[in-house]
Protein backbone atom coordinates (compact mmCIF):
# COMPACT_ATOMS: atom_id res chain seq x y z
CA UNK A 1 0.00 0.00 0.00
CA UNK A 2 1.39 3.59 -1.05
CA UNK A 3 1.86 5.89 2.03
CA UNK A 4 1.84 9.89 2.36
CA UNK A 5 2.27 11.94 4.56
CA UNK A 6 -0.38 12.22 7.15
CA UNK A 7 -2.61 15.57 6.56
CA UNK A 8 -1.71 18.95 8.37
CA UNK A 9 1.43 17.89 8.84
CA UNK A 10 3.18 18.30 5.68
CA UNK A 11 6.25 20.53 6.37
CA UNK A 12 4.90 23.59 4.42
CA UNK A 13 1.73 23.55 6.89
CA UNK A 14 3.68 23.18 10.22
CA UNK A 15 6.30 25.79 9.25
CA UNK A 16 3.39 27.98 8.46
CA UNK A 17 1.77 27.41 11.80
CA UNK A 18 4.92 28.06 13.11
CA UNK A 19 5.51 31.67 11.20
CA UNK A 20 1.39 32.43 12.17
CA UNK A 21 2.13 31.69 15.85
CA UNK A 22 5.69 33.98 16.45
CA UNK A 23 6.10 35.84 13.26
CA UNK A 24 8.79 38.48 14.51
CA UNK A 25 11.22 34.88 14.50
CA UNK A 26 11.36 34.71 11.17
CA UNK A 27 12.11 36.84 7.82
CA UNK A 28 10.19 37.13 5.00
CA UNK A 29 9.85 34.32 2.70
CA UNK A 30 12.30 35.38 0.18
CA UNK A 31 12.04 34.90 -3.99
CA UNK A 32 13.14 31.58 -4.07
CA UNK A 33 10.33 30.40 -1.47
CA UNK A 34 13.43 29.92 1.46
CA UNK A 35 12.68 30.89 4.93
CA UNK A 36 15.18 32.27 7.18
CA UNK A 37 15.24 32.56 10.88
CA UNK A 38 16.35 35.00 13.04
CA UNK A 39 18.61 35.53 16.21
CA UNK A 40 17.60 36.57 19.10
CA UNK A 41 19.87 38.82 20.47
CA UNK A 42 20.05 42.26 21.77
CA UNK A 43 16.36 41.89 23.75
CA UNK A 44 14.63 41.16 20.18
CA UNK A 45 14.91 39.62 16.99
CA UNK A 46 17.13 40.37 14.27
CA UNK A 47 18.03 39.52 10.67
CA UNK A 48 22.21 39.03 11.78
CA UNK A 49 24.15 36.19 10.14
CA UNK A 50 24.97 33.95 7.29
CA UNK A 51 22.28 31.94 6.23
CA UNK A 52 23.29 28.19 5.64
CA UNK A 53 20.62 25.39 4.80
CA UNK A 54 19.32 23.38 7.10
CA UNK A 55 18.24 19.66 6.43
CA UNK A 56 15.59 16.90 8.40
CA UNK A 57 16.97 13.58 8.70
CA UNK A 58 13.49 12.20 7.77
CA UNK A 59 14.12 12.78 3.93
CA UNK A 60 16.95 15.33 4.04
CA UNK A 61 14.68 18.41 2.52
CA UNK A 62 15.77 21.66 3.15
CA UNK A 63 13.61 23.16 5.84
CA UNK A 64 14.63 26.67 6.64
CA UNK A 65 18.01 28.57 6.86
CA UNK A 66 19.60 29.46 9.86
CA UNK A 67 21.68 32.58 10.16
CA UNK A 68 24.89 31.58 11.54
CA UNK A 69 26.57 34.52 13.69
CA UNK A 70 30.11 35.06 13.87
CA UNK A 71 32.18 35.93 17.42
CA UNK A 72 32.05 39.68 16.89
CA UNK A 73 28.20 39.53 16.93
CA UNK A 74 27.66 36.91 19.48
CA UNK A 75 30.34 38.69 21.90
CA UNK A 76 27.73 41.73 21.32
CA UNK A 77 24.51 39.17 22.27
CA UNK A 78 26.60 38.43 25.21
CA UNK A 79 26.96 41.98 26.93
CA UNK A 80 23.03 42.61 26.05
CA UNK A 81 22.56 39.36 28.16
CA UNK A 82 24.88 39.95 30.79
CA UNK A 83 22.89 43.99 30.96
CA UNK A 84 19.49 42.09 31.26
CA UNK A 85 21.06 39.59 33.78
CA UNK A 86 21.77 42.45 36.37
CA UNK A 87 18.27 43.87 36.25
CA UNK A 88 16.07 40.25 35.62
CA UNK A 89 18.58 38.81 39.00
CA UNK A 90 16.73 41.87 41.00
CA UNK A 91 13.46 41.09 40.04
CA UNK A 92 10.91 39.30 42.79
CA UNK A 93 10.75 35.86 43.21
CA UNK A 94 6.64 36.52 42.76
CA UNK A 95 7.32 38.37 39.11
CA UNK A 96 10.11 35.81 37.80
CA UNK A 97 7.55 32.42 38.82
CA UNK A 98 4.43 34.85 37.37
CA UNK A 99 6.44 35.43 33.87
CA UNK A 100 7.73 31.44 34.19
CA UNK A 101 4.25 30.55 34.20
CA UNK A 102 3.25 33.36 31.51
CA UNK A 103 5.68 31.43 29.62
CA UNK A 104 4.88 27.76 30.18
CA UNK A 105 0.91 28.69 29.39
CA UNK A 106 1.79 29.90 25.54
CA UNK A 107 4.15 26.63 25.05
CA UNK A 108 1.44 24.43 26.60
CA UNK A 109 -0.88 26.81 23.95
CA UNK A 110 1.76 25.55 21.09
CA UNK A 111 2.64 21.86 22.33
CA UNK A 112 0.99 19.80 19.41
CA UNK A 113 3.19 22.34 17.15
CA UNK A 114 6.49 22.06 19.53
CA UNK A 115 6.20 18.69 19.03
CA UNK A 116 5.12 18.60 14.86
CA UNK A 117 8.85 21.09 14.58
CA UNK A 118 10.47 17.94 16.46
CA UNK A 119 9.18 15.11 14.28
CA UNK A 120 10.45 16.99 11.22
CA UNK A 121 13.32 18.36 12.74
CA UNK A 122 15.27 15.53 14.72
CA UNK A 123 12.85 12.97 13.38
CA UNK A 124 11.59 11.51 16.48
CA UNK A 125 8.06 9.72 16.15
CA UNK A 126 4.94 12.05 17.24
CA UNK A 127 4.74 9.94 20.52
CA UNK A 128 8.39 10.60 21.35
CA UNK A 129 8.32 14.43 20.43
CA UNK A 130 5.29 14.99 22.52
CA UNK A 131 6.47 13.48 25.46
CA UNK A 132 10.34 15.98 24.95
CA UNK A 133 7.51 18.78 25.16
CA UNK A 134 5.52 17.41 27.66
CA UNK A 135 8.54 16.77 30.06
CA UNK A 136 9.98 19.94 29.44
CA UNK A 137 6.39 22.08 30.55
CA UNK A 138 5.57 19.30 33.34
CA UNK A 139 9.27 20.03 35.22
CA UNK A 140 9.12 23.33 35.49
CA UNK A 141 5.33 23.51 36.92
CA UNK A 142 7.29 21.74 39.29
CA UNK A 143 10.00 24.13 39.83
CA UNK A 144 7.56 26.75 40.05
CA UNK A 145 5.98 25.48 43.11
CA UNK A 146 9.30 24.32 45.03
CA UNK A 147 11.26 27.28 43.75
CA UNK A 148 10.82 29.34 47.05
CA UNK A 149 12.40 26.33 49.39
CA UNK A 150 15.08 25.65 46.98
CA UNK A 151 16.38 29.57 47.68
CA UNK A 152 14.80 29.60 51.26
CA UNK A 153 18.54 29.47 52.38
CA UNK A 154 19.54 32.51 51.05
CA UNK A 155 20.65 31.44 47.79
CA UNK A 156 21.39 34.32 45.02
CA UNK A 157 21.87 34.57 41.32
CA UNK A 158 24.79 34.26 39.47
CA UNK A 159 26.96 37.38 39.01
CA UNK A 160 26.02 36.46 35.26
CA UNK A 161 23.50 35.11 32.64
CA UNK A 162 23.85 31.05 32.05
CA UNK A 163 25.15 30.01 28.44
CA UNK A 164 23.50 26.50 27.61
CA UNK A 165 25.50 24.92 24.30
CA UNK A 166 23.18 21.63 24.22
CA UNK A 167 22.85 18.79 21.93
CA UNK A 168 20.37 18.01 19.66
CA UNK A 169 18.46 15.39 20.57
CA UNK A 170 16.04 16.67 23.17
CA UNK A 171 15.87 20.96 22.47
CA UNK A 172 12.52 20.90 25.02
CA UNK A 173 13.07 18.68 27.85
CA UNK A 174 16.82 19.23 28.30
CA UNK A 175 17.31 22.71 27.12
CA UNK A 176 14.78 24.79 27.42
CA UNK A 177 13.50 22.76 30.37
CA UNK A 178 16.96 24.07 31.84
CA UNK A 179 16.51 27.70 30.86
CA UNK A 180 13.06 27.77 32.53
CA UNK A 181 14.81 26.69 35.85
CA UNK A 182 18.18 29.32 35.26
CA UNK A 183 15.77 31.89 34.80
CA UNK A 184 13.46 31.36 37.43
CA UNK A 185 16.34 30.90 39.70
CA UNK A 186 17.34 35.03 38.72
CA UNK A 187 19.65 34.20 35.96
CA UNK A 188 19.50 35.41 32.35
CA UNK A 189 20.47 33.10 29.71
CA UNK A 190 21.98 32.48 26.49
CA UNK A 191 21.03 29.15 24.56
CA UNK A 192 23.05 28.58 21.36
CA UNK A 193 20.97 26.74 18.64
CA UNK A 194 22.50 23.08 18.39
CA UNK A 195 23.64 23.05 14.48
CA UNK A 196 22.08 19.31 13.36
CA UNK A 197 18.57 19.94 14.60
CA UNK A 198 16.27 21.64 16.78
CA UNK A 199 16.32 25.42 15.37
CA UNK A 200 12.80 26.13 14.76
CA UNK A 201 11.81 24.50 17.65
CA UNK A 202 13.72 26.63 19.89
CA UNK A 203 12.77 29.60 18.00
CA UNK A 204 9.07 29.20 18.18
CA UNK A 205 9.64 28.37 22.18
CA UNK A 206 12.48 31.33 22.87
CA UNK A 207 10.03 34.13 21.18
CA UNK A 208 7.11 32.64 23.19
CA UNK A 209 9.05 33.25 26.46
CA UNK A 210 10.71 36.35 25.37
CA UNK A 211 7.36 37.29 25.13
CA UNK A 212 6.62 36.40 28.43
CA UNK A 213 9.01 38.80 29.60
CA UNK A 214 11.82 36.27 30.32
CA UNK A 215 15.40 37.44 29.55
CA UNK A 216 16.41 35.18 26.68
CA UNK A 217 19.03 35.02 24.23
CA UNK A 218 19.50 32.40 21.13
CA UNK A 219 21.87 32.62 18.60
CA UNK A 220 23.24 29.84 15.94
CA UNK A 221 26.29 29.46 14.66
CA UNK A 222 29.56 27.07 14.60
CA UNK A 223 30.54 25.61 17.96
CA UNK A 224 34.29 26.18 17.09
CA UNK A 225 33.69 30.15 16.21
CA UNK A 226 30.90 30.87 19.14
CA UNK A 227 32.61 28.84 21.76
CA UNK A 228 35.35 31.41 22.54
CA UNK A 229 32.81 34.14 23.13
CA UNK A 230 30.02 31.88 24.65
CA UNK A 231 32.46 29.86 27.07
CA UNK A 232 35.13 32.43 28.14
CA UNK A 233 33.94 35.81 27.80
CA UNK A 234 33.87 37.35 31.30
CA UNK A 235 30.64 38.18 31.54
CA UNK A 236 29.59 34.51 31.84
CA UNK A 237 27.95 33.47 35.35
CA UNK A 238 28.09 29.43 34.11
CA UNK A 239 28.47 26.92 31.12
CA UNK A 240 26.20 24.21 30.51
CA UNK A 241 27.09 21.91 28.04
CA UNK A 242 25.65 18.54 26.91
CA UNK A 243 26.88 16.41 23.96
CA UNK A 244 29.75 14.04 23.81
CA UNK A 245 33.07 13.70 25.20
CA UNK A 246 35.09 15.84 22.25
CA UNK A 247 33.82 18.41 22.34
CA UNK A 248 32.85 18.59 26.21
CA UNK A 249 36.24 18.31 27.03
CA UNK A 250 37.36 21.39 24.52
CA UNK A 251 34.78 23.12 26.96
CA UNK A 252 36.24 21.70 29.87
CA UNK A 253 39.86 22.68 28.72
CA UNK A 254 38.34 26.14 27.99
CA UNK A 255 37.52 26.65 31.86
CA UNK A 256 40.76 25.17 33.43
CA UNK A 257 41.81 28.72 34.16
CA UNK A 258 38.47 29.68 35.21
CA UNK A 259 36.49 29.34 38.34
CA UNK A 260 33.65 29.98 35.89
CA UNK A 261 30.67 27.83 37.58
CA UNK A 262 30.04 24.73 34.91
CA UNK A 263 28.03 21.27 33.99
CA UNK A 264 29.25 19.67 31.84
CA UNK A 265 27.42 16.15 30.37
CA UNK A 266 29.84 14.42 28.49
CA UNK A 267 28.26 10.84 28.08
CA UNK A 268 29.48 7.38 28.54
CA UNK A 269 29.02 3.75 27.27
CA UNK A 270 26.18 2.63 29.81
CA UNK A 271 25.77 -1.17 30.29
CA UNK A 272 23.29 -3.86 31.27
CA UNK A 273 25.04 -6.11 33.51
CA UNK A 274 23.29 -9.88 33.75
CA UNK A 275 24.34 -11.82 36.41
CA UNK A 276 22.71 -15.00 38.21
CA UNK A 277 19.43 -13.77 36.58
CA UNK A 278 15.78 -15.16 35.61
CA UNK A 279 13.26 -13.07 35.07
CA UNK A 280 13.17 -12.62 31.04
CA UNK A 281 9.96 -11.41 30.84
CA UNK A 282 10.45 -8.22 32.90
CA UNK A 283 13.54 -7.40 31.38
CA UNK A 284 12.36 -8.01 27.55
CA UNK A 285 9.77 -5.12 28.01
CA UNK A 286 12.57 -2.95 29.80
CA UNK A 287 14.87 -3.69 26.50
CA UNK A 288 12.31 -2.66 24.03
CA UNK A 289 11.39 0.45 25.52
CA UNK A 290 15.12 0.78 25.19
CA UNK A 291 15.16 0.97 21.79
CA UNK A 292 13.20 4.48 21.79
CA UNK A 293 14.49 7.44 19.87
CA UNK A 294 16.91 4.85 17.80
CA UNK A 295 19.10 5.03 21.20
CA UNK A 296 20.05 8.59 20.20
CA UNK A 297 19.76 9.57 24.23
CA UNK A 298 23.07 9.87 26.72
CA UNK A 299 21.25 7.65 28.72
CA UNK A 300 20.48 4.44 26.15
CA UNK A 301 21.92 1.19 26.67
CA UNK A 302 24.06 0.02 23.94
CA UNK A 303 25.91 -2.82 26.23
CA UNK A 304 25.05 -6.03 27.46
CA UNK A 305 27.57 -7.70 29.59
CA UNK A 306 26.69 -10.95 30.07
CA UNK A 307 27.37 -14.11 32.41
CA UNK A 308 28.36 -17.44 29.96
CA UNK A 309 26.16 -19.38 31.74
CA UNK A 310 22.67 -17.07 30.84
CA UNK A 311 23.90 -16.19 27.45
CA UNK A 312 21.76 -18.83 24.84
CA UNK A 313 18.67 -17.43 27.58
CA UNK A 314 19.37 -13.87 27.04
CA UNK A 315 19.20 -14.29 23.50
CA UNK A 316 16.47 -16.03 23.32
CA UNK A 317 14.95 -13.33 24.81
CA UNK A 318 16.45 -10.70 23.05
CA UNK A 319 16.79 -11.54 19.81
CA UNK A 320 12.88 -11.38 19.25
CA UNK A 321 12.83 -8.11 21.04
CA UNK A 322 15.05 -6.71 18.31
CA UNK A 323 13.53 -8.27 15.92
CA UNK A 324 9.85 -6.31 17.13
CA UNK A 325 11.53 -2.98 16.80
CA UNK A 326 9.43 -0.56 14.39
CA UNK A 327 11.07 2.34 12.52
CA UNK A 328 10.26 4.21 9.40
CA UNK A 329 9.04 7.71 8.71
CA UNK A 330 7.16 9.74 11.21
CA UNK A 331 4.23 10.48 9.71
CA UNK A 332 4.01 8.59 6.52
CA UNK A 333 0.34 6.93 6.93
CA UNK A 334 -1.82 4.78 4.54
CA UNK A 335 -4.85 5.88 2.34
CA UNK A 336 -7.21 4.39 4.82
CA UNK A 337 -6.11 7.18 7.55
CA UNK A 338 -8.25 10.01 8.93
CA UNK A 339 -7.61 13.04 10.18
CA UNK A 340 -7.89 12.56 14.14
CA UNK A 341 -6.35 9.08 13.92
CA UNK A 342 -3.05 8.70 15.70
CA UNK A 343 -0.03 9.19 13.55
CA UNK A 344 2.48 6.00 13.29
CA UNK A 345 3.42 4.05 16.29
CA UNK A 346 7.28 3.83 15.66
CA UNK A 347 10.16 3.54 18.13
CA UNK A 348 12.27 5.11 15.99
CA UNK A 349 12.55 7.37 13.14
CA UNK A 350 15.80 8.17 11.12
CA UNK A 351 19.67 9.25 13.06
CA UNK A 352 20.33 12.92 13.16
CA UNK A 353 21.42 13.26 9.64
CA UNK A 354 22.95 10.48 6.78
CA UNK A 355 26.39 11.79 8.32
CA UNK A 356 26.20 10.31 11.44
CA UNK A 357 24.38 7.06 9.86
CA UNK A 358 26.99 6.30 7.51
CA UNK A 359 29.48 6.99 10.19
CA UNK A 360 27.72 4.06 11.92
CA UNK A 361 27.15 1.53 9.29
CA UNK A 362 31.19 2.12 9.10
CA UNK A 363 31.91 1.37 12.84
CA UNK A 364 29.44 -1.74 12.31
CA UNK A 365 31.49 -2.95 9.63
CA UNK A 366 34.80 -2.20 11.04
CA UNK A 367 34.01 -3.96 13.90
CA UNK A 368 32.90 -7.08 12.03
CA UNK A 369 35.71 -6.91 10.14
CA UNK A 370 37.76 -6.88 13.53
CA UNK A 371 36.30 -10.08 14.58
CA UNK A 372 32.88 -8.81 15.96
CA UNK A 373 30.25 -11.54 15.43
CA UNK A 374 27.21 -10.09 13.56
CA UNK A 375 24.16 -12.06 15.44
CA UNK A 376 21.47 -9.74 13.74
CA UNK A 377 21.72 -7.21 11.00
CA UNK A 378 18.63 -5.48 10.09
CA UNK A 379 17.40 -4.09 6.94
CA UNK A 380 15.15 -1.12 5.52
CA UNK A 381 13.22 -3.09 3.51
CA UNK A 382 9.79 -3.43 4.36
CA UNK A 383 9.91 -0.28 6.90
CA UNK A 384 7.27 2.16 5.97
CA UNK A 385 8.10 4.75 3.65
CA UNK A 386 7.18 7.08 1.20
CA UNK A 387 7.89 5.82 -2.80
CA UNK A 388 11.23 7.31 -3.74
CA UNK A 389 11.83 8.87 -0.23
CA UNK A 390 15.59 9.92 0.78
CA UNK A 391 16.70 7.41 3.13
CA UNK A 392 20.16 7.79 4.03
CA UNK A 393 19.63 8.52 7.75
CA UNK A 394 18.05 5.24 8.71
CA UNK A 395 19.86 2.79 10.17
CA UNK A 396 18.29 -0.91 11.08
CA UNK A 397 19.37 -2.28 14.29
CA UNK A 398 22.53 -4.28 14.58
CA UNK A 399 23.36 -6.88 17.06
CA UNK A 400 27.51 -7.72 17.65
CA UNK A 401 28.77 -10.25 19.87
CA UNK A 402 32.04 -9.82 21.37
CA UNK A 403 33.43 -6.22 19.49
CA UNK A 404 37.28 -6.44 19.31
CA UNK A 405 39.50 -4.22 21.72
CA UNK A 406 40.40 -1.97 19.03
CA UNK A 407 36.81 -1.39 17.62
CA UNK A 408 35.32 1.84 18.70
CA UNK A 409 31.95 0.12 19.43
CA UNK A 410 33.98 -1.75 22.00
CA UNK A 411 34.61 1.65 24.29
CA UNK A 412 32.32 4.53 23.17
CA UNK A 413 28.78 5.03 22.36
CA UNK A 414 27.17 4.00 19.61
CA UNK A 415 24.37 7.00 19.68
CA UNK A 416 22.36 5.02 17.36
CA UNK A 417 19.91 1.34 17.37
CA UNK A 418 23.32 -0.78 17.92
CA UNK A 419 24.29 -3.19 20.37
CA UNK A 420 27.09 -5.14 21.36
CA UNK A 421 27.29 -8.20 23.52
CA UNK A 422 30.12 -9.48 26.17
CA UNK A 423 30.84 -12.54 27.49
CA UNK A 424 32.20 -12.78 30.76
CA UNK A 425 32.87 -16.07 33.49
CA UNK A 426 33.11 -13.82 36.48
CA UNK A 427 32.08 -10.63 39.00
CA UNK A 428 35.07 -8.98 38.11
CA UNK A 429 35.35 -9.74 34.35
CA UNK A 430 31.55 -8.48 33.99
CA UNK A 431 32.17 -5.01 36.24
CA UNK A 432 35.45 -4.32 34.45
CA UNK A 433 33.32 -5.18 31.07
CA UNK A 434 30.50 -2.71 32.35
CA UNK A 435 33.47 -0.03 33.57
CA UNK A 436 34.66 0.11 29.38
CA UNK A 437 34.27 3.54 29.32
CA UNK A 438 35.80 4.83 32.12
CA UNK A 439 32.68 6.30 33.64
CA UNK A 440 29.14 6.51 32.47
CA UNK A 441 25.48 7.81 33.21
CA UNK A 442 23.38 5.27 34.17
CA UNK A 443 24.27 1.49 34.39
CA UNK A 444 21.96 -1.64 35.51
CA UNK A 445 22.06 -4.65 36.74
CA UNK A 446 19.55 -8.05 35.81
CA UNK A 447 20.25 -10.02 39.06
CA UNK A 448 17.47 -12.03 40.77
CA UNK A 449 19.71 -11.70 44.01
CA UNK A 450 19.33 -8.04 44.64
CA UNK A 451 21.61 -7.88 47.74
CA UNK A 452 24.40 -9.36 45.43
CA UNK A 453 23.66 -6.99 42.60
CA UNK A 454 23.37 -3.58 45.18
CA UNK A 455 26.95 -5.22 46.32
CA UNK A 456 28.03 -5.47 42.71
CA UNK A 457 26.70 -1.87 42.19
CA UNK A 458 29.02 -0.24 44.79
CA UNK A 459 32.00 -0.59 42.33
CA UNK A 460 30.33 0.63 39.11
CA UNK A 461 31.63 3.75 37.56
CA UNK A 462 27.84 5.21 36.69
CA UNK A 463 26.16 8.18 39.12
CA UNK A 464 22.89 5.83 39.04
CA UNK A 465 22.68 2.02 38.79
CA UNK A 466 19.21 0.22 38.31
CA UNK A 467 18.60 -3.04 40.19
CA UNK A 468 16.49 -4.84 37.19
CA UNK A 469 15.17 -2.07 36.00
CA UNK A 470 16.85 0.91 33.57
CA UNK A 471 17.69 4.24 35.00
CA UNK A 472 17.42 7.54 32.75
CA UNK A 473 18.04 11.22 33.57
CA UNK A 474 15.10 11.58 36.24
CA UNK A 475 12.47 14.67 36.49
CA UNK A 476 11.58 16.62 38.80
CA UNK A 477 13.01 15.94 42.60
CA UNK A 478 15.93 13.16 40.91
CA UNK A 479 19.30 14.42 40.81
CA UNK A 480 21.30 13.70 37.37
CA UNK A 481 25.35 13.59 36.57
CA UNK A 482 28.14 11.22 35.62
CA UNK A 483 30.97 9.18 37.26
CA UNK A 484 34.40 9.21 35.83
CA UNK A 485 34.77 11.04 32.33
CA UNK A 486 31.18 11.41 31.77
CA UNK A 487 31.12 14.67 33.98
CA UNK A 488 32.86 17.56 34.87
CA UNK A 489 31.61 20.05 37.08
CA UNK A 490 28.29 20.45 39.26
CA UNK A 491 25.52 18.09 39.54
CA UNK A 492 21.93 19.06 37.76
CA UNK A 493 18.84 17.48 38.61
CA UNK A 494 15.49 18.53 41.23
CA UNK A 495 17.31 21.32 44.23
CA UNK A 496 20.97 20.65 42.70
CA UNK A 497 20.19 21.89 39.44
CA UNK A 498 18.68 25.27 41.32
CA UNK A 499 22.14 25.38 43.38
CA UNK A 500 24.28 24.73 40.61
CA UNK A 501 22.84 28.22 38.84
CA UNK A 502 22.96 30.23 42.57
CA UNK A 503 25.19 31.09 45.10
CA UNK A 504 25.29 31.14 48.41
CA UNK A 505 24.09 28.72 51.27
CA UNK A 506 25.47 26.25 53.25
CA UNK A 507 27.80 23.45 52.15
CA UNK A 508 29.83 23.35 48.61
CA UNK A 509 28.44 21.62 45.50
CA UNK A 510 27.62 18.10 44.79
CA UNK A 511 29.61 17.45 41.73
CA UNK A 512 33.15 16.16 39.64
CA UNK A 513 35.45 19.13 40.41
CA UNK A 514 38.94 18.89 40.13
CA UNK A 515 40.04 19.13 43.98
CA UNK A 516 37.18 17.27 44.97
CA UNK A 517 33.86 15.10 43.74
CA UNK A 518 31.15 15.11 46.04
CA UNK A 519 28.17 12.68 45.45
CA UNK A 520 24.29 12.71 46.47
CA UNK A 521 23.80 10.45 48.83
CA UNK A 522 20.16 9.14 46.64
Known sequence: MALRIADGTAWTDVLAR???ATPDAFDPVAADGTTTLRNLVEGGWQSVGAPA????????????NIPRLDAATARTAVLAAAAEHREWATTPIAE?????NAALDALTEHRDL?????????????????????????????????????????????????????????????????ELVQLLAGNAVIAKTPSQGGAVCLTVAHALMRRAGLPATLVSGSGEE???????????????FVGGRSNG????????????????????LNAWGIWDFSQWDLL???????????????????RFVVQRDLVDAFLDMYLPVVRSVRFGHPLAVGDDWTTGDPLPELDFGPLISGTKADELRRKVDEAVRGGAIPLYRGKLDGAPFL??????????????????????LMHAEPFGPVDTIVVVDTTDELLAAMNASNGALVASLACDDEELAGKLAVDLQAFKVGINKPRSRGDRAEPFGGRGASWKGAFVGGDLLVQAVTVGGEGRLYGNFPDYSSYPTT
Open 226 to 240: LSEVLVRAPEIGAVA
Open 53 to 64: PVRTPVDNTVLV
Open 96 to 100: RKARV
Open 284 to 302: AAHLKKGFEYGKQRCTAYP
Open 18 to 20: AVT
Open 387 to 408: DGQDTSAYVAPSVLLAPPGRSR
Open 249 to 268: GKVAAALLDSDKRHFIEQEG
Open 114 to 178: LALLLVWEIGKPWRLACADVDRALDGVRWYVEEIDRMLADGREPLPGPVSNIASWNYPMSVLVHA
